[in-house]
């Protein structure tokens, strides 16, 4: 069993930066592959970012390349996700996400694909 725990977002200003971090439970985290995803008002939940166990592999959907960046400490448990050059158009409710134990990335970019998930944190940018 995981628990989730996001924090970190807030308002902020187009072209500015937030960090979120996403804090587990459990002594596996290292076997869990990590996920962001977020969902704004009438939308689905859409996959953001993942930091999967095998390899260190990272993964962003197209919007946040470049942008976006996940990282994660196993020593602490904790994902994070920092996020430069925001846009009004990633104003949305952030969701950290834990896929696993030992689980391979096939569905790393689905929801579906998660069995665990935290409570979510809001993000407003400002035009």
């Known amino acids: 069993q995981v628990q989730l725990v996001e924090s970190g977002g807030g308002l902020v200003q187009a072209g500015g930066s937030l960090r979120l971090s996403c804090a587990a439970s459990?002594?596996?985290?290292?076997?869990?592959?990590m996920g962001w995803f977020r969902q704004a008002p009438g939308k689905e939940r859409a996959f953001v970012a993942a930091?999967?166990?095998?390899?260190?592999?990272?993964y962003y959907t197209d919007s946040v390349k470049g942008r976006f960046t996940i990282s994660r400490d196993n020593a602490v448990n904790t994902v994070y996700l920092e996020m430069n050059r925001l846009k009004p158009e990633d104003t949305a409710v952030y969701y950290c996400?834990?896929?696993?134990?030992?689980?391979?990335?096939?569905?790393?970019?689905?929801?579906?694909?998660?069995?665990?998930w935290g409570q979510g944190t809001q993000v407003t940018v400002s035009s």
């Open positions: 996400a834990a896929r696993g134990p030992y689980l391979d990335d096939y569905d790393y970019y689905r929801a579906q694909g998660y069995g665990y």
């Open positions: 459990g002594r596996t985290f290292s076997t869990y592959t």
């Open positions: 930091f999967s166990w095998i390899g260190g592999s990272t």
